[in-house]
């Protein structure tokens, strides 16, 4: 079955340690997002892509990286530089003509850090 | 950027009631977007509407495009326990890049048995 995969779907990481958290969809999506949520805040968009070796930030790209290296992945980095990275942390995909038809969303990682 | 007026933000019900939400934006759109959330989850399409003034159900669920565009409504009867999550709106501007999309901040809903 396509879908959109996350993982791992708890992270812990160390003050002052970059962390990846991964996503990989089998749906043939040309585009893919990164949103953080915290409660009580929605979904905030960090970063998108639309095509391959191209992405764009979104509303809080400060303190993450991203790549588009393969159409089927999207890994997002949350650096130390991130200063409240404790969050659960979503990925999605969509095509052009889709997007009317809404994202398909991961299940999510959850980084805490301890 | 857009913004989406989602409200209300938490609900307490008891179960077998009936269960309103709304959301509004400043812009009209052309997509309206119901997703749920369950705990721990990602977001789950649960309705699409695409045209003003358009109905559509899904089972205990009926969601409506408002006929000015800039808002729509989220009903769910007799509520059940497994309705508990967060809510969200969502939808896709007129003048908005063929791939964005504005989400409300959610309604976390509650289901007293």
């Known amino acids: 079955d396509g879908g959109i995969t996350q993982s791992p779907k708890y992270l812990f990481r160390k003050e002052g340690q970059n962390v990846t958290l991964s996503c990989e969809q089998n749906l043939n999506h040309d585009a893919m997002y990164w949103y953080r949520q915290d409660p009580g805040q929605g979904l905030r968009l960090i970063y998108y892509?639309?095509?391959?070796?191209?992405?764009q930030k979104g509303d809080i790209a400060e303190g993450y990286s991203v790549s588009r290296e393969k159409k089927e992945s999207f890994p997002l980095t949350v650096t130390s530089a991130q200063k409240n990275p404790t969050a659960f942390y979503l990925c999605?995909?969509?095509?052009?003509?889709?997007?009317?038809?809404?994202?398909?969303f991961g299940s999510g990682t959850r980084l805490t850090v301890v | 950027g857009q913004q989406l007026n989602q409200s209300p933000q938490s609900m307490f019900i008891q179960e077998g009631e009936d269960v309103s939400m709304n959301c509004t934006s400043s812009?009209?759109?052309?997509?309206w977007l119901w997703y749920k959330q369950d705990p721990g989850e990602g977001p789950v399409l649960l309705i699409a509407?695409?045209?003003?003034?358009e109905l559509t159900s899904n089972g205990r669920l009926t969601a409506q495009f408002g006929i000015t565009r800039k808002d729509s409504f989220l009903n769910i009867s007799a509520s059940i326990p497994s309705d508990v999550g967060i809510y969200f709106c969502a939808g896709k501007s007129l003048w908005a890049g063929s791939y964005q999309l504005t989400f409300g901040k959610g309604t976390k809903l509650s289901v007293i048995p």
């Open positions: 509407l695409y045209k003003a003034g």
């Open positions: 999605a995909s969509s095509t052009a003509r889709e997007a009317n038809y809404g994202y398909t």
């Open positions: 812009s009209i759109f052309n997509t």
């Open positions: 892509s639309q095509i391959v070796n191209d992405f």
